[in-house]
């Protein structure tokens, strides 16, 4: 048995034909030297030259850059889902932190608000009794000047009833002898000739400076 074994440079396989071929004495020696020119290995066996399987196609080169390329734009497409979710989850975060603060900050001003009402409320408050106050007292002094012109010049006019008041007022007091009652000067000539018992109980003083009935 003999076996030969060749690879021509620039191609793949020996022969074209995948068929066995059967070769004579004479012309075995012509085939194997021209086995360079031939497109496959091929193995003889006796008078058979049989060609070899053809070889597996031979796997594409790749080319590392390639590789790189898409290793990068994987980890972008990464990084750039990464980064949308992280964004997503901060704005969320951030509209509810906006909403608490606000609501907070709306509850505080609130409470700010209804705190400078009440105080000015009671200000107001505050002011208005001071001027009920003084109202009060201008009505009581109205009223009391009124109240002694009337009463003055019903004195004046009406001696029995100047009589009546200095009587009234004398009752009031526990040792009349221990006061001065100061009158108008005609008054006390009045009360003298109508009540000259109250010489020795009630020590009775003229005073121009007040008026008539006063």
């Known amino acids: 048995m003999i076996l030969f074994t060749g690879r ?8 074209k034909s995948r068929k ?3 070769l004579t ?5 012509s085939k194997i030297m021209k086995a360079s020119t031939w497109s496959s290995d091929a193995v003889i066996v006796g008078r058979e030259l049989i060609p070899c399987k053809q070889e597996a196609e031979e ?4 080319d590392p850059e390639e590789i790189v390329e898409e290793r990068i734009q994987a980890r972008l497409a990464e990084q750039e889902e990464r980064h949308q979710i992280e964004k997503e989850q901060a704005y969320r975060s951030g509209f509810e932190d906006g909403r608490d603060m606000g609501l907070r900050e709306g509850t505080k001003e609130g409470q700010e608000a209804v705190t400078a009402f009440f105080s000015v409320a009671e200000r107001l ?3 208005w009794k001071a001027l ?3 109202l009060e007292r201008a009505l009581l002094t109205l ?3 009124m109240a002694r012109k009337i009463v003055g010049e019903e004195l004046r006019l009406n001696e029995a009833v100047l009589a009546r008041t200095i009587k009234q007022a004398v009752a009031h007091l526990v040792d009349p002898k221990a006061f001065v009652l100061k009158l108008h000067p005609e008054d006390v000539e009045k009360i003298r000739r109508l009540r000259p018992e109250w010489s020795d109980t009630i020590h009775l003083e003229s005073d ?5 009935g006063g």
């Open 25 to 29: 004495d004479c012309d075995l020696m």
């Open 208 to 212: 121009p400076r007040i008026g008539p």
């Open 8 to 15: 021509s440079p620039g191609s793949p396989c020996f022969l």
């Open 20 to 22: 066995p071929i059967f």
């Open 143 to 145: 009223s009391t000047s």
């Open 125 to 127: 408050q505050a002011e």
């Open 59 to 62: 796997t594409p080169e790749i």
């Open 132 to 134: 009920e106050k003084q």
